[in-house]
């Protein structure tokens, strides 16, 4: 998706954030408030169609339904209730026939584009939290189905709907940052304290996210801006001495869970210290985002740690040995977006 449409979406969920109800339909005596209310729905109508700037596709179709929407509001002037409510309909019927053209053949087609593109990025890494946007993705391309096997109407609020969820999936698309942290430079050996440098990478990289949050807070001034964060922690197979100050910390409050005997037991720790590791750096991130928390009653910071142990961290091909510093990362996974 491009800069124009992705702005486009933007403005038409702010503007419908303004925007009026609407009302039922009427018989045939009409009151005053029943046919203002559904002039004024078929105008929303006519608006959001304009505000989508396809008049290169439905130009004429467009032009119809302003020159029967001018004259429901002459006619509703001139006190023709009736007749008003006649033209107003006319103008709703096309606006209609254009919005469910515009998602049969636009909104499902960006949802088809970003389910591949996520489909992608998963099958690269299978960590990536991006994966938590399939379904919506996947409701939307159900939905278009359903309307073209049923020839059925889509409505503006459901139009609404589903564009303000694929410019949230792009969004996050667009802010999505990964960062990997070596554990031999990010934690003192054998501990799961962060090291100055491993500090250091998380500032660099969360300076990054801090730019990403203040843009979305001014570009979505009446939405919450969330950054997710996950963190994920791995370890070699490496087994732990059996004089090592580390195991009393990673077994407290779990003796009578660690295993007997190896390698579940020393499984078991190494999944203990991955997700110590990964504990670590959230709560380290917690204290960089705070102050930004404090600031906006509009901004949060969703932060999830999460301890792999000795699976293999995505990208990783045997052979390996046991002690491949490739194994022993943590990886940070950051997008930005709006509720």
């Known amino acids: 998706m491009n800069n124009r449409h992705f702005f486009q979406m933007v403005c038409l969920i702010l503007f419908l954030a303004l925007g009026s109800g609407c009302a039922g339909l009427f018989g045939s ?3 005053e408030e029943e046919a203002q209310a559904r002039v004024n729905e078929a105008q929303e109508h006519h608006q959001v169609v304009k505000r989508l700037e396809i008049e290169e596709s439905f130009g004429k179709e467009i ?12 006619l509703l002037g001139s006190g023709d209730r009736p007749e008003a409510v006649e033209a107003a309909e006319e103008s709703l019927g096309i606006t209609e026939k254009i919005l469910e053209s515009y998602y049969l053949n636009h909104i499902a087609e960006l949802a088809q584009n970003l389910k591949q593109e996520l489909k992608q990025k998963m099958e690269r890494d ?7 946007h399939l379904s919506s993705v996947d409701e939307i391309i159900e939905e278009a189905q359903g309307v073209q096997q049923d020839d059925g109407i889509v409505s503006l609020s459901k139009v609404v709907a589903d564009l303000e969820k694929i410019m949230q ?6 802010t999505h940052l990964s960062q990997t942290l070596q554990s031999d430079i990010s934690f003192d050996q054998g501990k799961y304290e962060l090291s100055e440098k491993g500090k250091e990478s998380i500032d660099r990289f969360i300076g990054k996210v801090q730019e990403d949050k203040r843009t979305y807070l001014q570009l979505f001034p009446d939405k919450t801006v969330v950054t997710k964060i996950k963190v994920v922690g791995y370890t ?16 407290r409050g ?9 390698p579940p037991r020393r499984q078991f720790l190494n999944q203990r210290l991955s997700r110590f590791r990964a504990d670590t750096i959230a709560d380290y991130i917690r204290q960089i985002l705070a102050p930004a928390e404090a600031e906006s009653e509009r901004y949060e910071a969703d932060i999830q740690a999460i301890g792999r142990g000795e699976n293999l961290p995505a990208g990783i091909q045997a052979p390996y040995p046991v002690m491949d510093d490739r194994r022993r990362i943590s990886r940070i996974y950051v997008y930005t977006t709006t509720r």
């Open 29 to 31: 005596r009409v009151s």
């Open 63 to 74: 032009e119809r339904s302003r020159a029967a929407l001018e004259r429901a509001v002459a």
């Open 126 to 132: 299978p960590e990536t939290p991006l994966s938590t």
């Open 169 to 174: 999936v792009t969004q996050s698309l667009r």
């Open 236 to 251: 070699d197979a490496l087994n732990f001495g059996p004089n090592s100050a580390l195991v009393p910390e990673l077994i």
């Open 254 to 262: 779990m003796e009578a869970d660690v295993p007997d005997g190896d």
